[in-house]
């Protein structure tokens, strides 16, 4: 540094670039928290319902026809206060098919049924292993925390290979 030269002046970076640094790493963290928050709440809707069985009721139900979108078939009940009832409807995914039994837990008040047990489990959170990958790509371009991208990217896959595995 020149002695004439101000202390100011010898700071190698202008402020404006902390500034915008500090500013994208304030909005890519908001924007990764997001995606992550976002993935937990879609999650959660069939999560709660398949995780805390407290009081629910719990059955099976055999498949017995699929439409586009959803299955329906006969309920018998597992649990003790629980009903048995003509037609229950289950969401129609890659690994319900026709004529197969499955454990499910009944959703409050209404008909429609939700796989239990371990593959239901991961089933529900198939959002959130979603929304893992995508925070991964903004932590890693947006923030530049590759170490940090690398552990949401292998906990997205994880999740969704133990989901396809087990459904």
């Not at 009832?85 to 209404?110: D, I, N, W």
């Not at 990958?133 to 906990?155: P, Y």
């Amino acid at each position: 540094m020149i002695p004439a030269m101000p202390a100011s002046a010898a700071s190698s970076r202008p402020a404006s670039v902390t500034v915008l640094r500090f500013g994208r790493f304030a909005t890519m963290g908001a924007v990764a928290v997001l995606i992550l928050i976002a993935g937990v709440w879609a999650s959660w809707g069939t999560a709660q319902h398949v995780m805390l069985t407290k009081g629910r009721e719990s059955g099976a139900v055999e498949v017995t026809r699929c439409g586009a979108d959803m299955c329906t078939g006969r309920y018998t009940p597992l649990s003790q206060g629980s009903q048995p009832r003509a037609r229950v409807e289950l969401e129609k995914s890659v690994a319900v098919e026709k004529g197969r039994t499955y454990t499910v837990v009944m959703k409050p008040g209404s008909d429609d049924a939700v796989r239990s047990g371990p593959a239901g489990v991961l089933y529900a959170w198939i959002p959130l292993g979603g929304a893992l990958l995508l925070a991964s790509v903004v932590v890693a371009g947006g923030l530049r925390r590759t170490r940090v991208a690398w552990v949401l990217a292998l906990s997205g896959v994880g999740l969704l290979t133990a989901a396809f595995v087990a459904v």
